[in-house]
Structures are given as structure tokens and as C-alpha cells.
């Protein structure tokens, strides 16, 4: 635990922890504007922020928390929504969801594999593949795997805490929502949802307005930015870039970008049989506890914002990194030509190092670096639509992963902008909210567990 | 201090898959074809949690009708819980002294949980404790086998707890070599050793002893107790 929370009074810690969160009176933001997002450190935060606002005003069973709206019915949304039940008995809950279905990005997504701590790799512990969360538990797998297991999961705490269905009201194909900070009020238009069970039936639609005694943004990762010239489909949607082509060609492709969905997306489409969840294993089959401890560490001596690069180039035993090389040599894809475009939004990207910078993780830096020295891919820095002409890759086989635009979507939220946006960019730049088990331990309940089950 | 641990935090199934088999075993040794009254036994493992060490129950009480796990799998103590925080404190087995009489033990055991907070009805609580440290390579704790009845002087019984600990010696045995070759798609993910989290010891101070003749049960290789079912 950073030192800063590492509070033995648990009133205090909760303080510090709520403030990590707090966009204005009243309302927070879980995420979004930090680095490193990925499904479990946003549960890790919703677990944080429940825990803090129980802690802080449970001496009066939470009467001063009665409505609690919360803005995105993802995997963080749901979470905090399943802490809540389970911590304040009184709270009535409207949630907010976009689309049609919560949990909607990852559902049927066969393709993505999600991992809870892998992106903390090599650091220990983070292969083990559990969550090990109180509220909302899962264990590694297909990205659709993690959101039926979510999605039962918060069944459970449906079943447990709001057995009448009078505490959750879920909307659903929201096409307007309009938040007041200053307020805490939200005007939507939406259709009220039904619950059958694990599922949910629309209603007629309905447009309202009400005002709340806190609201929770959770927009989790939000919809990619689009390059206009190449629009490429979402991360989590199901495609063939990682299955042979049966046509016998070799087919040229172009990633666009250097964060962690453009470089799955190099590995997918340069190294044979490419699976998240087993590289690590194929690539150090012998020798990975010792790697992993080595690796971490010389890492931390690098900092946090050091340059992988320069790490492995310079790393003591080169004999592990060209063991690995060697390994991931037999494997080059052959039906693919492939095609790293770095450019950076503001041309920022004069040469290849520049992009192991903290802008992704640690595995798939490594990965990427192992594939610069198996010389599995090119490299362009130049304009996209040169790239692509030069190297003679159809409009669909360019992928632009270029993140997610996630200020500019809590902005179209709000309709007095002004009144946060301060501190909306003081939140960007603080980076607080760790993703750290910082509640205390045993504070959930558990729908297994209840007392009165 | 507020009491912190009231809900479990998840263990593994496929740890808890992996313990509860041995209990079980153990718990039909012990049984043998007598009834032993309020026998129950589990398991607990040292954790870490954000750099924090705890005791933390591993696996369902086994003893009653049927397992008993609702609001007790995943439970976290302080490293100083009962006669398990002495066994981890000590690295030696515990268990309940011998007496000559129930009648001599029963005042020792009122005054013990007079003196330790245990505000429970005396005749409610067992009276016979047993605590097997499982101790890694560096002597920290791994895990602790608790078990407890209400038959009297059953743990002063050294024959039985020397087969309790010869059980819990092949035990680490087997995983010690599982350590190595592991069963496909199942794992030991290591733990981090966490600084415990201690508070005042709860051991009954009056009927409760280490057994120096006999010595815990000893990892060569598994360092914590920690198996997931795993893609790879």
C-alpha cells in the first residue's frame, strides 16, 4: 500500500481515498483519467470508493446517502453498484448505460483475452490468474468469459441485497444524459429496464430528470477514437486477425499506434499461435520465476517512467532476452506482412524507442522488442496515407488504435463544464487513484455469506 | 481496535480443492469409528494483503453433517488469533494441555477466555485444541491445520497427534514435488511474505502448550499456499 494510505485509522484512510475520487461535491469520477486502465484496477477503485463513503458515514447507517446514480452500466459500474447494495441497506440506485445491455463491450467478445494483474507484469503475483475481489469476482479468459462470470455474479448480489428489485432501477439505450455537477442533478432520456432474473427487459421509453444525492462516473474505457480515412472496428469486437488466412496470400497489414491495443494486435498478427495467456510460459518455459524476479528487480531501479527500450538493449543477462528471441524466431507468422505505424498524434515519435515509454505495459514493451530484433515487422513514421500506399495494405487491413478520448466524453456529459474541468485535468495529472486493495479487509459482504441466507 | 475481519475475501477454489480432501482425511482418522463430539478441523494460510500478513481460512470446517463454509472460507485473522497465532507466533505444534479431570480443566478454560475477551459460554466452546504449523524452507508459517472438540483430553493423546503430524508431512511432500511438476492447468502462484498484522494474542494462556517432542510438519519447496486453476 503507497505510504500516503497507509492510514492505520480507517476514518482517515477514507478520507484520503474519497478525495482521490471527488469531481465536486457529491460527485466522482472511478478512472478514466488514469493510466493503466484496465478492468481490475477500475474494480479496484469502485471497491475504494464504496468502501471510503461507507466508512465515512456509517455512524449514521449512510441516511445521508439515499439516491446514488451511477453513469455506466460496464464492469466498474456494476461493481460499485454490487458494493453499494451490499454496504448500505437504504440506497436506492439508478444506473445508467448507453447501450442495450450492461456490460455491453465485453460481451460476446471472443477474441480479447483479459487478465486481472497481468499488465503488472513482472511484478510478483501477477500471473496468478485470479481477482480474488470480494465484489464481482473472476479469473482470467475471454474477455466474454469475464462478463458472463461478472454478470452472474452481480445476479447474485441482486438476489441477495435487492430481492424485491426495489433498490436498482437500470436505464438502458440512453440517447440523452445530461448532468449538472453543481447540483448533482441528471436528465436523461432512456428506456427503464426490467430485470428477469440475470436479465433485463426494456420498458417504454421515458424522459426525466432528478436529482441525486451522489453520482459516480464510471465511463470506464469508452469508445476508441476513429482515424476518418481508416475507421477500424473497437477493440473488443470479434475478428480473424489472429487466424492463419486461408487463402494462401501473404496479406499486408498497418497498426497505427503504440499503446497496449495496437501492440496486441502487432503480436496477433506477427507471431504464430499467439495466445495471451500462454506466451510467457512458451517464451521462458524453463527458467520464468527467475526471469520475472530478475526483470522486476532491474525495473525498479529503472522508475516508473523508464524506457524499455533502453532496459532490455542494455539488460545484464542479454542471454535470457535472446533466449526468448530465438524462441519467438520459430514462430514469425508467414502469411503476414506487417506494418508499425508510430507517428504519434502530434508527431511526437521521431524514432522507434520513443514509444517504450510508459504508454504500455511492460509484456507487451518485451513482446514488442523481442519482434524489432526477430525483425518481424517494418516500421513508419511517416503520414498514415503514405504508409499505406507505400506499403500496399487495403483500407482494411489498417488498424488504428489510438485509445480512447476519455476527457472529451466526460465533458459532452456535463452541461456546466466549468464548474469541473479544473479539476477534471488536476485528477489527469495527480494520477491518485492507485489501484490498491485500500479497504479494510473483510468490509464487504458477501451474497454467499448473508446472515439471514 | 474495531474488528476488521467480519467477511471472507475470496480463496481459490482450486486451492480449497486442494485442502479439503487432506481434511477430510484427517477428519476420518480422526473419527476412526467412534463419534467425536464437536469435532470440527480446517485449514488456514498465511496471506499477504498490500504488503499486510494475515491468517486467512482456506477451506470449509469439516467435522458436522456437511462442510461448513457459509461466512467462514476466506475469514482474515491477525497473525495472533487463538492457539493458530501461538502455532504461527511459535512455529510449534499447539494444542490443549493434558488434565487430570474435567472438573480441573474447566476453571482454566473460564479464566483463559475471561482473560483473552472470549465473552462466549463456556460450555459452548470445545475443550480440546490442536494447532499444526506447516512451516516453508525459510521457517515461515505456510499454513495451519486447526482443529477442535469437545472430547476431553483428545490432543494430550501424543500417539494421535503424532499421526495428525506424519499425515501433514506427506502432505508437504506431495507438494513439494507438485511444486516441480505441476498438474496441467492448475499452479501455486506465490503469495508475497506480508509484515503481520498483530494485535494482543488470544491463545488460552492457562490450557494451552507447544509440543516440543514432536516437530510441525516442513515444505522443502512450496514457500505459500496460494493453487489457481490457470489458461497455461
Given amino acids: ?453 | 481496535m474495531e474488528k476488521l475481519y467480519e467477511n471472507p475475501e475470496p480463496v481459490p477454489a482450486a486451492s480449497q480443492l486442494a485442502l479439503l480432501p487432506f481434511a477430510a482425511a484427517m477428519e476420518g482418522f480422526l473419527r476412526n469409528d467412534s463419534d467425536i463430539p464437536g469435532l470440527r478441523l480446517t485449514l488456514h494460510r498465511t496471506m499477504s494483503r498490500e504488503g499486510n500478513g494475515y491468517l486467512q481460512q482456506a477451506c470449509a470446517y469439516l467435522g458436522g453433517d456437511e462442510p461448513e463454509w457459509r461466512g467462514k472460507v476466506g475469514r482474515l485473522f491477525p497473525v495472533t488469533e487463538g492457539i493458530i497465532g501461538a502455532a504461527y507466533d511459535k512455529k510449534r505444534i499447539y494444542r490443549t494441555k493434558e488434565y487430570a479431570s474435567i472438573d480441573e480443566l474447566l476453571p482454566d478454560l473460564q479464566e483463559s477466555m475471561r482473560l483473552t475477551g472470549d465473552d462466549r459460554n463456556p460450555e459452548d466452546v470445545a475443550n480440546s485444541y490442536l494447532a499444526i504449523p506447516f512451516l516453508g524452507a525459510h521457517d515461515h508459517v505456510v499454513l495451519i491445520l486447526f482443529a477442535e472438540c469437545k472430547s476431553f483430553n483428545f490432543f494430550a493423546d501424543n500417539d494421535r497427534v503424532k499421526h495428525l503430524a506424519a499425515m501433514c508431512q506427506g502432505f508437504c511432500r506431495l507438494f513439494d514435488w507438485l511444486q516441480n511438476q505441476p498438474v496441467s492447468n492448475l499452479r501455486n502462484f506465490p503469495l508475497m511474505k506480508g509484515q503481520p498484522i498483530a494485535e494482543s494474542p488470544t491463545v488460552y494462556p492457562l490450557i494451552q502448550e507447544p509440543v516440543d517432542s514432536i516437530d510441525p510438519p516442513r515444505f522443502r519447496m512450496v514457500s505459500s499456499f496460494n493453487y489457481e486453476a490457470a489458461a497455461a
Wanted: proline share 4%; charged share 25%.
Fill in chain 1, 1 to 453: 500500500m503507497d505510504h500516503e494510505f497507509s492510514i492505520a485509522d480507517l476514518k482517515e484512510r477514507a478520507k484520503a481515498v474519497e478525495a482521490t475520487f471527488l469531481v465536486h461535491p457529491g460527485l466522482y469520477l472511478i478512472g478514466s483519467l488514469e493510466r493503466g486502465l484496465t478492468v481490475y484496477n477500475q474494480q479496484l477503485r469502485a471497491h475504494n470508493l464504496a468502501w471510503a463513503l461507507w466508512e465515512l458515514h456509517k455512524h449514521n447507517k449512510g441516511a445521508d446517502i439515499r439516491r446514488l446514480a451511477i453513469v455506466g452500466g460496464g464492469v466498474t459500474g456494476l461493481t460499485i453498484a454490487a458494493c453499494f447494495l451490499s454496504l448500505f441497506e437504504n440506497v436506492s440506485i439508478t444506473l445508467f448505460e448507453k447501450l442495450w445491455d450492461l456490460c455491453p463491450l465485453q460481451q460476446g467478445s471472443d477474441n480479447r483475452w483479459l487478465h486481472p494483474k497481468i499488465y503488472e507484469w513482472p511484478a510478483p503475483g501477477s500471473r496468478a490468474p485470479g481477482a480474488s475481489l470480494p465484489v464481482l469476482n473472476w479469473s482470467e479468459g475471454r474477455a466474454s468469459d469475464v462478463a458472463r462470470t461478472v454478470l452472474t455474479d452481480f445476479r447474485k448480489f441482486l438476489d441477495a441485497f435487492d430481492g424485491n428489485d426495489e433498490r436498482l432501477t437500470v436505464l438502458l439505450g440512453s440517447r440523452h444524459l445530461q448532468i449538472e455537477a453543481a447540483t448533482k442533478s441528471i436528465e436523461w432520456i432512456a428506456n427503464r429496464a426490467v430485470r428477469a432474473g440475470g436479465f433485463f427487459h426494456i420498458g417504454a421509453p421515458e424522459g426525466n430528470s432528478a436529482i441525486y444525492d451522489i453520482v459516480v462516473l464510471t465511463p470506464g474505457f469508452g469508445l476508441e477514437n476513429q482515424s476518418n480515412d481508416y475507421p477500424t472496428h473497437s477493440y473488443w469486437r470479434n475478428e480473424q486477425l489472429g487466424q492463419p488466412l486461408l487463402d494462401g496470400t501473404r496479406h499486408n497489414f498497418i497498426v497505427s499506434g503504440f499503446g497496449d491495443g495496437a501492440l496486441i494486435d502487432l503480436c496477433r498478427l506477427t507471431i504464430e499461435r499467439y495466445r495471451q495467456d500462454t506466451i510467457l510460459y512458451e517464451l521462458f518455459p524453463d527458467n520464468l520465476d527467475e526471469v520475472e524476479e530478475k526483470f522486476t528487480v532491474a525495473w525498479i531501479k529503472k522508475g516508473p517512467r523508464g524506457n524499455a527500450f533502453e532496459f532490455f538493449s542494455d539488460f545484464a543477462e542479454p542471454i535470457i532476452i535472446d533466449k526468448a528471441k530465438v524462441e519467438l524466431s520459430k514462430r514469425i507468422r508467414k502469411d503476414t506482412r506487417v506494418v508499425l505505424h508510430i507517428r504519434g498524434k502530434n508527431r511526437e515519435i521521431k524514432k522507434f524507442s520513443d514509444i517504450f515509454g510508459p504508454y504500455s505495459s511492460f509484456l507487451n514493451r518485451m513482446m514488442t522488442f523481442l519482434l524489432f530484433k526477430c525483425g518481424a515487422f517494418s516500421l513508419s513514421t511517416e503520414e498514415l496515407e503514405l504508409a499505406v500506399r507505400r506499403h500496399g495494405a487495403p483500407h482494411e487491413n489498417v488498424l488504428c488504435r489510438y485509445g480512447t478520448d476519455a476527457l472529451g466524453h466526460l465533458h459532452s456529459m456535463f452541461s456546466d463544464i466549468d464548474n469541473i474541468k479544473d479539476r477534471l485535468m488536476e485528477i489527469k495529472a495527480c494520477q491518485k487513484q492507485r489501484p490498491q486493495r485500500l479497504w479494510a479487509p473483510g468490509a464487504f459482504p458477501d451474497p454467499h455469506n448473508r446472515k439471514d441466507s
